[in-house]
């Protein structure tokens, strides 16, 4: 579904799409690698909505490129009440088989709304330097409420320290904005990046950079994070709610920018050599 123009109010609701049935059943709708399920840049009038689609059964094949389900470059929009994957049957996951994977991506400079939605059940099977992100933001207003992102698999490599200066790695939610960012209530668990490669693999719940005063990163429930890599320097990178971990490798307040709150948030670092660093 591709709108493009800069058109205001669009409304894009209650779509299923997926498999070879109209419940998203038996084969998967397969699409080449840097596809796009959505497609939206809207205008700054009226808000544009992606409320109550389903989205599953869905696997990116071949060819090279970002992969996206919803992909937003521009526009006021609200992406509520979605489902992404996540489902219980089986067939209600989303592979890709290489390079990036964004399943929703905001890259446009107005009020992006992210709320309510489950994304689960996600595969990324590329081994190289590339991303998995299950909420990916890098510009704009964005508010991120009250979403569930769980079952997340990955191999990429994932280098670099933060989200604004490495691209690459496997997130929960990374946003990097210099608008005013509201992060809270999400859910995050049960993801795990297992990567072939050695030096610094990086793995974030939730990984922030650039915002501006009086942004908010609060009350976030994440845990049950696995990174592992063969070699020596892998990492893990966590920002968790209460209750923290009884003896872990680093704890700290969630790093913000001045005059913006961070509350019930830890930042955990732990390294494994040649195993796992879980959290």
């Given at each position: 579904i591709s709108i493009t123009g800069r058109g205001n109010g669009h409304i894009n609701n209650n779509n299923s799409i997926g498999g070879e049935s109209p419940t998203r059943a038996g084969n998967p709708l397969t699409a080449n690698v840097g596809s796009k399920i959505f497609t939206i840049t809207a205008g700054t009038g009226a808000t544009t909505t992606l409320q109550g689609n389903t989205v599953a059964n869905i696997s990116f094949a071949t060819a090279t490129g970002t992969s996206h389900i919803f992909n937003v470059t521009g526009g006021n929009v609200l992406i509520n009440n979605n489902t992404i994957g996540g489902g219980s049957p089986s067939t209600e996951v989303i592979t890709n088989a290489t390079f990036n994977l964004d399943v929703v991506s905001y890259t446009g400079a107005n009020t992006i709304t992210i709320t309510n939605n489950l994304v689960g059940n996600i595969n990324n099977a590329s081994i190289g330097d590339h991303r998995t992100a299950c909420i990916f933001i890098t510009g704009g207003t964005p508010t991120i409420t009250?979403?569930?992102?769980?079952?997340?698999?990955?191999?990429?490599?994932?280098?670099?320290?933060?989200?604004?200066?490495?691209?690459?790695?496997?997130?929960?939610?990374?946003?990097?904005?210099?608008?005013?960012?509201?992060?809270?209530?999400?859910?995050?668990?049960?993801?795990?990046?297992?990567?072939?490669?050695?030096?610094?693999?990086?793995?974030?719940?939730?990984?922030v950079a650039n915002l501006a005063s009086g942004s908010i990163v609060n009350a976030n429930r994440i845990y049950s994070l696995q990174n592992s890599g063969t070699g020596t320097g892998s990492s893990a990178h966590v920002s968790s709610r209460y209750p923290t971990p009884s003896a872990p490798t680093s704890r700290r307040r969630t790093s913000t920018p001045t005059g913006c709150r961070a509350s019930n948030c830890w930042s955990r670092t732990a390294t494994a050599s040649a195993s796992s660093a879980t959290r």
């Amino acid at each position: 579904i591709s709108i493009t123009g800069r058109g205001n109010g669009h409304i894009n609701n209650n779509n299923s799409i997926g498999g070879e049935s109209p419940t998203r059943a038996g084969n998967p709708l397969t699409a080449n690698v840097g596809s796009k399920i959505f497609t939206i840049t809207a205008g700054t009038g009226a808000t544009t909505t992606l409320q109550g689609n389903t989205v599953a059964n869905i696997s990116f094949a071949t060819a090279t490129g970002t992969s996206h389900i919803f992909n937003v470059t521009g526009g006021n929009v609200l992406i509520n009440n979605n489902t992404i994957g996540g489902g219980s049957p089986s067939t209600e996951v989303i592979t890709n088989a290489t390079f990036n994977l964004d399943v929703v991506s905001y890259t446009g400079a107005n009020t992006i709304t992210i709320t309510n939605n489950l994304v689960g059940n996600i595969n990324n099977a590329s081994i190289g330097d590339h991303r998995t992100a299950c909420i990916f933001i890098t510009g704009g207003t964005p508010t991120i409420t009250g979403n569930t992102i769980r079952d997340i698999t990955s191999s990429g490599i994932g280098i670099g320290t933060t989200v604004s200066t490495a691209v690459f790695w496997t997130y929960g939610i990374g946003v990097t904005t210099t608008g005013i960012a509201n992060i809270s209530n999400n859910t995050i668990f049960n993801i795990n990046r297992t990567s072939l490669a050695t030096g610094t693999l990086n793995l974030a719940g939730i990984s922030v950079a650039n915002l501006a005063s009086g942004s908010i990163v609060n009350a976030n429930r994440i845990y049950s994070l696995q990174n592992s890599g063969t070699g020596t320097g892998s990492s893990a990178h966590v920002s968790s709610r209460y209750p923290t971990p009884s003896a872990p490798t680093s704890r700290r307040r969630t790093s913000t920018p001045t005059g913006c709150r961070a509350s019930n948030c830890w930042s955990r670092t732990a390294t494994a050599s040649a195993s796992s660093a879980t959290r």
